[in-house]
């Protein structure tokens, strides 16, 4: 691969929070998001993109002591904004390093079935995630959708919200992110600052047990 290619593919997976469009989650039918999400939980403000997942985040980035170990299930469920089942979508599963992983097509439940190989760090063996993909799903009579930073584990539930092609408007694609546990975050972000040798802040008055990180090194 390219080394431009490359570093495009690594921005994606590794720094990719704030890019529009987003889904519009809070339109979605209940009945709709239920459906999809089943153990997820979904973020309905339609300023923030809809991510949801029953995994969480870790670094994918390739590097020295990254080794691969066993496969983890990825199973995307696909819906739409108006129906929580959409057959024959084409998901598209890349690594970190922008090579597809797997492919194929949502079964008559709207399901299609990824095994990645799973990716283990001395730090990351507490954590529920080894590693991360980004995926693209494509379905006729629908726009576009890319799930960027969608976690590795041993079976993760990625649903897909599907924005149908309107001709009254733009179409675009549009993108969403794969939601992370509080878990796996928290140990993410003190593994990275304990690294720095960064200070806390002063604990919450309302939340004594828990002091977030500062700027500050000590």
């Known amino acids: ?3 431009f290619v490359r570093l495009i593919c690594g921005l994606l997976t590794t720094g990719y929070f704030g890019m529009i469009p987003t889904v519009d989650a809070a339109n979605l039918p209940t009945s709709v998001l239920s459906k999809l999400t089943n153990a997820g939980t979904v973020n309905a403000d339609s300023s923030k993109p809809t991510s949801v997942n029953s995994g969480s985040v870790a670094p994918g980035a390739s590097g020295a002591n990254l080794s691969s170990s066993g496969k983890g299930q990825i199973e995307f469920r696909v819906g739409s904004s108006t129906s929580s089942v959409v057959a024959g979508a084409r998901v598209i599963v890349i690594n970190h390093d922008g090579e597809i992983v797997a492919s194929g097509l949502t079964d008559s439940r709207g399901t299609f079935n990824a095994s990645v190989l799973l990716y283990k760090v001395d730090w990351n063996q507490k954590f529920t995630t ?3 993909v980004n995926a693209i799903v494509i379905a006729n009579g629908f726009n576009e959708q890319a799930v960027f930073i969608v976690p590795i584990t041993e079976h993760t539930i990625q649903p897909v919200v599907l924005q149908p092609i309107n001709p009254q408007r733009q179409n675009l694609p549009s993108s969403s992110l794969g939601a992370f546990s509080k878990h796996d ?3 993410y972000v003190d593994h990275y600052a304990d690294e720095l040798k960064l200070k806390k802040q002063s604990p ?3 939340d004594p ?3 977030p990180w ?3 090194t000590k």
């Open 130 to 132: 080894k590693g991360i």
């Open 214 to 216: 500062g700027p500050d």
């Open 185 to 187: 975050l928290r140990m």
């Open 209 to 211: 047990e828990y002091a």
């Open 204 to 206: 919450i008055p309302g």
């Open 1 to 3: 691969m390219k080394p």
